[in-house]
């Protein structure tokens, strides 16, 4: 049998075979259906992307069904349980674990790129105390570009690899630094000796000169984190990462595009949403009276449902786990409360079932950042650290594809059509 799709015009009552590949027609394939011959060709229409594969890779899997995440073919679960942000960060952009000297080489690597330019701190300076911190953070890493003009040569393998290890060791110090300039704190260099979790929140947290020592449930939690928001597959920010790659844009320019796009509520704000709605809700005893609006209409329940997942999202449970742990450090949040009775009412209530609207990553991610000490708007700045490699790794991939080309939606135009210009003496 023909791995062929057979498609029937019935405005011209011709058929056409379009090869199957990977599941999967080229939309190209498309543009052979015609009335006319003059006609540009028939196209798809997808809004959102909701059913268009723009790529073929190999770094992410996911089965929204079944709730899998892989990175590079390995479960979720293990990495959280077993590995660390730098090397889940290597395994990544590399396609395979990397071993005990490569890390080591890897983290070091990282280390030495960590301090930023004397140039950036001064534009850090330049921005105002109530600046949102992603704001500054995607100009930042933008302004990179201007101090690295060699990650222009994107095609030179070693070049672009010192810039890929420049962008993920700078991005915790930007985020970093951002939070103590809105707090009018002064800069804490980083410390080489600590790892990439604790590196950060010593500069986060840490005092000028003064040594750092992070408390080890904590910087696990937070690296633990990092590794759950690393990838996932063609998301907003990864597919802008991609496009404004596809023009041969330097990393540091693609990633503040793709940063821009993670700023934006319906992507990267959503944990903060959570916690708005759990204050909101003020207790557990209100939860029940909150389930009743929902399935009214007349509130949402936030951290619930996906766009990609329609069971469990396997990261949910993993920041769940990590919730209990934080707590026992920084003391338990009352929020938490809600937020468990609240998932325990909504996974029983068939008005949720059936929609398959389970917790997803930003259910509980929110309380573990604000416990931390934290405040809400540097969520995203938390979640773009994370997603640094992701973001590299689909780049790097999408330009070693030679079927990419820069990116150029088609359009169904519905304007008006050609008409003559009309001065202004006859309007």
């Not at 062929?4 to 394939?29: F, H, K, S, V, W």
């Not at 707090?183 to 950060?200: E, H, I, K, Q, T």
């Not at 000169?209 to 597959?233: K, N, Q, W």
Request: glycine content about 8%; aromatic content about 10%.
């Amino acid at each position: 049998m023909a791995d062929t799709l057979t498609i029937t015009d019935n405005r011209t009552g011709r058929q056409y075979e379009i090869p199957i590949t990977d599941g999967t027609i080229r939309a190209i394939d498309l543009r052979q259906i015609k009335v006319d011959p003059d006609e540009f060709g028939m196209m798809s229409y997808d809004p959102a992307f909701q059913n268009t594969a723009s790529c073929r890779s190999r770094v992410t899997f996911i089965d929204g069904d079944k709730g899998i995440l892989r990175y590079r073919g390995y479960p979720i679960e293990q990495l959280a349980e077993h590995s660390t942000f730098t090397e889940t960060a290597y395994l990544l952009l590399n396609g395979e674990l990397p071993t005990a000297a490569e890390l080591e080489s890897w983290e070091a690597e990282l280390g030495g790129h960590a301090p930023l330019p004397e140039g950036i701190k001064s534009l850090l300076d330049g921005f105002q105390p109530d600046a949102h911190p992603m704001g500054v953070f995607l100009s930042s890493v933008g302004a990179l570009s201007t101090y690295y003009p060699d990650a222009k040569q994107i095609f030179d393998d070693e070049n672009r690899r010192i810039q890929v290890a420049r962008l993920i060791a700078k991005a915790p110090a930007i985020g970093a630094y951002s939070y103590r300039h809105a707090n009018g704190l002064p800069y804490v260099d980083p410390d080489s000796s600590l790892g990439f979790a604790g590196r950060f929140l010593g500069m986060l947290f840490g005092e000028p000169g003064a040594p750092y020592t992070p408390d080890p449930v904590l910087e696990r939690a937070l690296d633990i984190l990092f590794i759950l928001h690393a990838d996932h597959e063609q998301n907003c920010s990864t597919s802008a990462m991609r496009g404004i790659g596809s023009s041969q844009a330097d990393p540091f320019a693609s990633m503040a595009g793709a940063a821009a796009a993670l700023y934006g509520p319906l992507h990267g704000g959503a944990n903060e949403a959570v916690l708005r709605m759990l204050a909101a809700i003020g207790s557990v005893d209100n939860v029940p009276d909150f389930i009743k609006k929902v399935k009214a209409g007349e509130g949402r329940l936030m951290g619930f449902g996906h766009r990609v997942y329609k069971s469990y999202d396997p990261r949910a449970t993993v920041i769940k786990e990590q919730a209990y742990r934080v707590f026992e450090v920084t003391g338990r949040n009352p929020l938490l409360d809600i937020a468990i009775e609240l998932e325990r009412i909504a996974l029983q209530d068939d008005y949720f079932v059936q929609r398959r609207l389970y917790p997803n990553v930003d259910f509980y991610s929110g309380l573990i950042y604000e416990a931390m000490g934290f405040k809400p708007a540097m969520f995203t700045v938390l979640f773009a650290i994370g997603r640094a490699p992701g973001w590299i790794a689909q780049w790097q991939e999408m330009l070693r594809d030679k079927a990419q080309k820069i990116a150029r939606p088609r359009q169904i135009y519905l304007g008006a059509g050609e008409r003559d210009y009309v001065p202004m003496d006859q309007r």
